[in-house]
């Protein structure tokens, strides 16, 4: 089935007036409904010239999100791989954006294991795997620790 230009245009107004998308992960949509990959390039470069793909916008949109959730930077930062966003992409939204990755581990423990105490080593492993699974450094999980004791 071929499609043509306008279809998908609509398409991409369509997707992108919900949420923001990387350009890698609008491609993708588009190339599910079945279009050549000239066509895809096209209408992505519409789609910039426009503003309403914006990669900056949808990286601040992911940063914000996931800080939110209590992410650390390794976790966003293989979230921005996986969109084809490069590291100096995501390191000035982060200048931007002054994210302390201290306190936000910090945060991140207290909301899962507030004051309960650790109760041996295994407790302790299995409380650090968990902020390294949330993206956090080995020196930010160490300082949560030590202040933690």
Same mark, same amino acid.
């Given at each position: 089935?071929?499609?043509?230009?306008?279809?998908?245009?609509?398409?991409?107004?369509? $997707?992108?007036?919900?949420?923001?998308?990387?350009?890698?992960?609008?491609?993708? =949509?588009?190339?599910?409904?079945?279009?050549?990959?000239?066509?895809?390039?096209?209408?992505?470069?519409?789609? +910039?010239?426009?503003?309403?793909?914006?990669?900056?916008?949808?990286?601040?949109?992911?940063?914000?999100?996931?800080?939110?959730?209590?992410?650390?930077?390794? $976790?966003?930062?293989?979230?921005?791989?996986? +969109?084809?966003?490069?590291?100096?992409?995501?390191?000035?939204?982060?200048?931007?954006?002054?994210?302390?990755?201290?306190?936000?581990? =910090?945060?991140? $423990?207290?909301?899962?294991?507030?004051? =309960?105490?650790?109760?041996?080593?295994?407790?302790?492993?299995?409380?650090?795997?968990?902020?390294?699974?949330?993206? @956090?450094?080995?020196?930010?999980?160490?300082?949560? @620790?030590?202040?933690?004791?």
């Amino acid at each position: 089935m071929i499609i043509d230009q306008q279809t998908l245009r609509k398409a991409a107004l369509n $997707y992108l007036s919900r949420r923001d998308y990387s350009r890698a992960a609008l491609a993708t =949509k588009l190339k599910q409904k079945g279009a050549t990959a000239s066509d895809i390039a096209a209408v992505l470069n519409w789609c +910039h010239e426009q503003n309403y793909l914006n990669e900056e916008r949808f990286l601040l949109m992911i940063v914000r999100n996931r800080c939110q959730q209590g992410y650390g930077y390794r $976790y966003i930062l293989q979230e921005c791989r996986q +969109h084809q966003l490069t590291e100096q992409q995501l390191a000035a939204v982060i200048a931007a954006e002054a994210i302390d990755w201290w306190q936000l581990a =910090k945060q991140a $423990y207290q909301k899962k294991y507030a004051d =309960k105490a650790i109760a041996d080593y295994q407790d302790k492993v299995k409380r650090m795997a968990y902020l390294q699974r949330r993206g @956090f450094s080995s020196e930010q999980i160490r300082a949560v @620790f030590d202040q933690n004791d």
